[in-house]
Every structure is written in C-alpha cells, then in structure tokens.
C-alpha cells in the first residue's frame, strides 16, 4: 500500500491515537541515546531558525508548497536530536523548537486537505509541548486542533478546545494566542447558532489583540495579526448570517493581506466578502469578489483556498441560469481542472 496515499485517506477522528501516540514518544524519549555529540542550545536555535523559512512559505504560497521539504528536514535532522544526548536545559528548548516545527507540518496537512494526517501530527505537537512545560506553545497547538475540528464538522468540539486553549493560559501571558482561541470559539459558536456568545467571543478576541506587544510573542505567533483576524470575525458574522458586519471585517483583513501579499488569507477574506454579497442578494458584487478569490486562489497551493471557491459557488445556486452564475461555474471548472 502506499503510505502516502494511506496517509491521506486517514480519516479525521476526535481523539484519535492520543493515547499510543504518547506512549510511543515517551519510549522514544526514554531510550539510550545512541553514541554521537551532545545536542547545544546552537543547535536548537538552528532549527528555530529553520522555523521562520518555513512558516513564511506556508503564510504566502500555501501549505502544499512546503510540506515535502519540511517533512524531510524534520525526518532527516530534527526527530534525530530527540534520540541524541542533552542537559535538561537543552532537552526542553530542543522539545519546543520540534513541536513548533511538528506543529507546522500539521498545519500545512490541514490546509492541503488532509485531516487525518493533520491530526496526527497536531497530537504529537501538543504532547512535544508538553514536555517542554511551554504552555503558550500548547496552548496554540490546541487553537490549530480547534480550528479543524469547527471546519470538519465538529463545532461543538472546536469550542471545547478553544476553551482548554485559553485555560492553558491562566498563568501565562500570550495575548495574541488567547485573541486567536477567543476568535476560533467564536467561530464554533456562530456554527452552533449561540450569536450572542459568539458576538462576545468576537469582542473578547478584539481586546486580547489590543495587549499584543509583538516584540514579546514568539515566532509562531507572527500570523495572528489583522489579516488573520478581521478574516476569522468576517466568517463568524458571516455564518450568524450578519452580512454588514461580515463584509467589514473581510475589507480590514483584505487590506492588510494585500499590503503583505498574502494571497491565501486574501482569497479565504475575499469569499467572506463575496457570501456577504449574496447574502444581501448582490450578485453582482458577488460574482466580482468570487473572481477576486479565485484569482488569489491559483497563486498558492492551499485546498483551504479552493473550497472557498467552491463554497462560494455552491451559494450562488439559488439564484438560478444567471449568467454571472454561469460564468462563475465555467471559471470554477477550469480551476479545478487545473
């Protein structure tokens, strides 16, 4: 069988393998190291800085454009060390640096449409984190395990995870991971039909990100910013059917993700913008932002960005042989192909 194509066909589980996947990194942790040099804090910081390269390529070229080559490096260089000799010191800096990098592997399985594999990698991030006592960095990885658990279905569990996320945070000051937690539960809420609590999460998140003082978050923080933001709270008043106040926070995150280039998070906001549309029976201004996010869509490698466009066409089917909504479907057709 091929393991790729295994891998792929895995299914997301709630709950999934957390129980083997912690006893085998435990055993793995606890056996002999085999002979070799003593892993540094230089080399801890080599793999950090590895780190940035590659969360930059799955922000601006999606997460399909990366993944092969992160999956080597970890394999080839860091998962190693993890077997190599270190002070304790050096062993809970060397678990945190892997769970940043194990967790972005995750998340570009997740926006590259593998769910099962994205999960197993997310489970083994957050156990990493917990044996480096970093609890922001837990904390985040259980936003990423939110996230997908609202996206495949289970709103209910997304917002349980969120909720576990930010009361990771109760002794540990990470505004920008609890601004993002705030956003993701207010994002199940408003799948969940709960608008007031989800309007509150939404506020609630807006204040978390007022404390941010970016010289104080860590690396993997640098994407929850206003892009990220204003697009998650434009797709929370988006699914509670508010299409005002939807389609002004998809304009504030399309604004600062093309002053970045950053065309994923423009054609996720874009599709926001362009459901807003329809949901005020603008079919015009829709068909235009649905070309706009389809546009952005064949600049990154990102399933994440090709369902938008495929939800936005799937709304556009009650109004009909339009000839916008033809046009629309043709384009949608040879995106696909593509």
């Given at each position: 069988?091929?393991?790729?194509?295994f891998?792929?066909?895995?299914?997301f589980?709630?709950s999934?393998?957390?129980?083997?996947?912690r006893?085998?990194?435990?055993?793995?942790l606890d056996?002999?190291?085999?002979?070799?040099?003593?892993?540094r804090?230089e080399?801890?910081?080599?793999?950090r800085?590895?780190f940035a390269?590659?969360?930059?390529?799955d922000?601006m070229?999606g997460?399909?454009?990366?993944?092969?080559?992160?999956?080597?490096?970890l394999?080839g260089?860091?998962?190693?060390l993890l077997?190599?000799?270190?002070?304790?010191?050096?062993?809970r800096?060397?678990?945190?640096?892997?769970?940043?990098?194990?967790?972005?592997?995750?998340?570009?399985?997740?926006?590259?449409g593998?769910q099962g594999?994205a999960?197993?990698?997310?489970i083994?991030?957050?156990?990493?984190?917990?044996?480096?006592?970093?609890?922001a960095l837990?904390?985040h990885?259980l936003?990423?395990?939110?996230d997908?658990a609202?996206?495949?279905?289970?709103?209910?569990?997304?917002?349980r995870?969120?909720?576990?996320?930010?009361?990771?945070l109760?002794?540990?000051?990470?505004?920008?991971?609890?601004?993002d937690?705030?956003?993701l539960e207010?994002?199940?809420?408003?799948?969940?039909g709960?608008?007031t609590a989800?309007?509150?999460?939404?506020?609630?998140?807006?204040?978390?990100?007022g404390r941010?003082?970016?010289g104080r978050?860590?690396?993997?923080?640098?994407?929850?910013d206003?892009a990220y933001?204003?697009?998650?709270?434009?797709?929370t008043?988006?699914?509670?059917r508010?299409?005002?106040?939807?389609?002004?926070?998809?304009?504030?995150s399309?604004?600062?993700?093309?002053?970045?280039?950053?065309?994923r998070?423009g054609?996720l906001s874009?599709?926001?913008?362009?459901v807003?549309?329809?949901?005020?029976?603008e079919?015009?201004g829709?068909h235009?932002?649905?070309v706009?996010t389809?546009?952005?869509a064949?600049?990154?490698?990102?399933s994440?960005?090709?369902?938008?466009?495929?939800?936005?066409?799937?709304?556009?089917?009650?109004?009909?042989p339009h000839?916008?909504?033809t046009?629309?479907?043709?384009r949608?057709?040879?995106?696909?192909?593509?």
């Amino acid at each position: 069988m091929d393991r790729r194509e295994f891998l792929a066909a895995a299914p997301f589980a709630a709950s999934a393998g957390i129980g083997p996947s912690r006893d085998w990194l435990l055993n793995t942790l606890d056996q002999e190291p085999p002979p070799g040099p003593r892993v540094r804090l230089e080399d801890v910081t080599s793999v950090r800085n590895m780190f940035a390269t590659f969360q930059d390529t799955d922000v601006m070229r999606g997460g399909g454009a990366g993944r092969r080559m992160l999956t080597r490096y970890l394999n080839g260089h860091v998962y190693p060390l993890l077997r190599r000799a270190y002070a304790e010191e050096v062993r809970r800096a060397l678990c945190a640096a892997t769970a940043e990098q194990t967790y972005l592997l995750g998340w570009m399985a997740f926006d590259d449409g593998e769910q099962g594999t994205a999960q197993r990698f997310l489970i083994q991030a957050l156990r990493l984190a917990e044996e480096a006592r970093d609890a922001a960095l837990g904390a985040h990885v259980l936003a990423g395990l939110a996230d997908q658990a609202t996206l495949t279905g289970d709103p209910a569990e997304g917002r349980r995870l969120a909720q576990a996320g930010r009361q990771g945070l109760a002794r540990v000051e990470s505004p920008a991971c609890e601004a993002d937690l705030w956003a993701l539960e207010a994002r199940a809420l408003a799948v969940l039909g709960e608008g007031t609590a989800a309007v509150r999460a939404v506020r609630a998140s807006e204040a978390a990100f007022g404390r941010v003082d970016g010289g104080r978050e860590p690396l993997w923080a640098t994407f929850i910013d206003p892009a990220y933001l204003h697009g998650e709270y434009a797709n929370t008043f988006r699914d509670l059917r508010r299409p005002t106040e939807a389609a002004e926070h998809a304009r504030e995150s399309i604004r600062h993700a093309r002053s970045q280039r950053r065309a994923r998070r423009g054609a996720l906001s874009q599709a926001a913008l362009a459901v807003s549309y329809l949901q005020r029976g603008e079919l015009e201004g829709a068909h235009a932002a649905g070309v706009r996010t389809l546009r952005l869509a064949t600049r990154v490698a990102s399933s994440r960005a090709v369902g938008a466009v495929r939800d936005v066409q799937r709304r556009m089917v009650p109004f009909g042989p339009h000839p916008l909504v033809t046009d629309f479907t043709e384009r949608v057709r040879v995106l696909r192909a593509a």
